[in-house]
């Protein structure tokens, strides 16, 4: 009897233990859900109201560069929003980890959207940088003119505005493997 | 004494059950990376040995195009043959998995190692992506010109091996899906 009484009190703290280190996993889950949530916000808005219009023209033309007249940039922007909108949807199941830290099934719909939302924004985070790149460095076999020598500002504004996307998915990859090792604790 | 069995025998047709899911799973996972090697290391071939030299020329030059004149297509045959290579790697433990279906371990390392390269094979294959929607259709605004119209069979070679490895991404996130859905079993 006094065995056995043992026993379930050791079996006890190993699952106090647990709990334990599942609540602190919760907690920077939510921390990190925070950061990512800023950074794509960032670059969505960073990028979305990037416009310039060069000081000289002409009377016919004026010389005017928006970050859709780049069908890669107008898909960074939709994807960066979708992920944040994701982010912020997502906060609510963080919290109920942090407070019910034997959740289990939102844990594992947490790992399958996050899956879905870092594909998506890696995609298309690296269609745009492709494109940014060209803009930049230009392509003299295939004739592609870096546009950057004259629209400067444009271009400093949307490779800054990538930076948000870029931060925000290693921190996707970093929940998908928190998720993992909480659900292998289990 | 005779409760104490029930509850034992039940528990064990119970641990029986979740065997047998986790074995046909990882059975599951077994043929999806195969698919999956196939799909990537037919994409890296195809795009890797792209090569078109045009039937006309002048005396100075000679029209032809190859898949590293585009630097986004050289990352895309680089990533694509690294997730190959990964997959390979990876059977011996989705072997193991069938094997041993108790193993955690190692579902836990696989989940963050498939992660990994979900997002880099998607960088690769939409950074290409957007440049070879580029190669078709241009950019009147920043005064790209579609080469397509006289790289025909280049661009149709370019195009045509994205296909494997946007088989491959799909096949990637149901792998980690399934990991997940394993490990929240145990």
Same mark, same amino acid.
């Given at each position: 009897?006094?065995?056995? $009484? *043992?026993?379930?009190?050791?079996? #006890?703290?190993?699952?106090? #233990? ?10 920077? %889950? +939510? ?19 990037? %416009?310039?219009?060069?000081? +000289? *023209?002409? #009377? ?21 929003? &979708?992920?944040?909108?994701?982010? &912020? ?16 099934? $939102? ?6 959207? %996050? $899956? ?23 392509? $003299? ?8 020598? #004259?629209?400067?500002? +444009? ?16 921190? +996707?990859? &970093? ?12």
């Amino acid at each position: 009897m006094e065995k056995a $009484t *043992f026993v379930e009190l050791s079996e #006890q703290k190993i699952s106090n #233990q647990n709990g334990k280190m599942k609540r602190g996993v919760a907690v920077i %889950d +939510f921390i990190l859900r925070l950061i990512a949530i800023v950074a794509t916000l960032a670059s969505a808005i960073a990028m979305g109201t990037t %416009d310039e219009t060069l000081p +000289f *023209f002409t #009377q016919f033309v004026r010389f005017r560069a928006k970050y859709d007249d780049l069908p890669a940039l107008r898909l960074f922007v939709v994807a960066s929003a &979708i992920a944040s909108g994701y982010l &912020i949807l997502s906060l609510p199941f963080s919290i109920l980890h942090i407070i019910r830290s034997s959740a289990g099934m $939102t844990r594992v719909i947490l790992i399958i959207l %996050d $899956t879905v939302m870092l594909a998506s924004l890696t995609a298309g985070s690296s269609a745009a940088a492709s494109i940014v790149y060209l803009a930049h460095k230009g392509n $003299t076999k295939a004739n592609w003119f870096a546009f950057c020598q #004259q629209y400067n500002s +444009f271009c400093e504004r949307i490779s800054g505005s990538m930076i948000g996307s870029f931060i925000a998915i290693p921190l +996707f990859i &970093i929940l998908i493997i928190l998720s993992a090792l909480v659900l292998s604790r289990r």
